[in-house]
Each structure stands twice: as C-alpha cells, then as structure tokens.
Nanobody, 122 residues
Framework: QVQLVESGGGLVQPGGSLRLSCAAS????????MGWYRQAPGKQRESVAT???????NYADSVRGRFTISRDNAKNTVYLQMNSLKPEDTAVYYC????????????????WGQGTQVTVSS
C-alpha cells in the first residue's frame, strides 16, 4: 500500500505564508510527477502546481510568483511554499503522486493524500 500524508495547513492572515509538506510512504519503487491540487467549497478541484522527477515545474496562473513547489526525491516528499496568501487561496489542499509500486509493474498509478485545510482570513 502507498500513503501520502500532508501537513502544514492552518489559518493565516492575508499576506502571510504557509509551507505544506507531503510525504509518500509504503511500497514505492519510483515516483514520477507530484503535485498539489486544491478544492474550495462549491468548486471543482483544480491543479495548483506540479513538479516532475527531474524538477520541471508548472503553476496555475493564479499562484505563479507567489507559490513555489519543490521535492526531495530521497525522502519521497513534495513541498508547497505559499507566500502572499489571499482569501481566495482558502481551500482544502491535496497532494498527488504518480507512483510505481514495484519493478515488475511498468505503469504508474495516481495516489492522493487526505487533504489539509488552508484558511486565509483576517
């Protein structure tokens, strides 16, 4: 089994910062792309930022320049540094990883964390 566990969410004032972490554990042979997604009440889940195993990043227009995604391949961990937070960033943030669980399996499967709440409010 594979688990992705997020941490670092919470309540922050507008203009503040938070750092989210997501650690993957369990039966892992290799991890391809990892990413952060978010879902606000009444809205669909959207991509926030993704990063390949080689470090190539992609950001949603709404967060580019404010958020930074990074990863530590040795720790199977992905991070999201969020600066200049706005009330519209309020959402549940989910971690995602494309993971290959054994040498004999050549395909990658998408796994999700349980989500962490980020609330930006004064």
């Amino acid at each position: 089994q594979v688990q992705l566990v997020e941490s670092g969410g919470g309540l922050v004032q507008p203009g503040g910062s938070l750092r989210l972490s997501c650690a993957a554990s369990g039966r892992i042979f290799s991890i391809n792309a990892m990413g952060w997604y978010r879902q606000a009440p009444g809205k669909q889940r959207e991509s926030v930022a993704t990063i390949t195993s080689g470090g190539i990043t992609n950001y949603a227009d709404s967060v580019r320049g404010r958020f930074t995604i990074s990863r530590d391949n040795a720790k199977n961990t992905v991070y999201l540094q969020m600066n200049s937070l706005k009330p519209e960033d309020t959402a549940v943030y989910y971690c995602n990883g494309n993971i290959r669980t054994s040498y004999s399996l050549t395909s990658y499967r998408s796994y999700w964390g349980q989500g962490t709440q980020v609330t930006v409010s004064s």
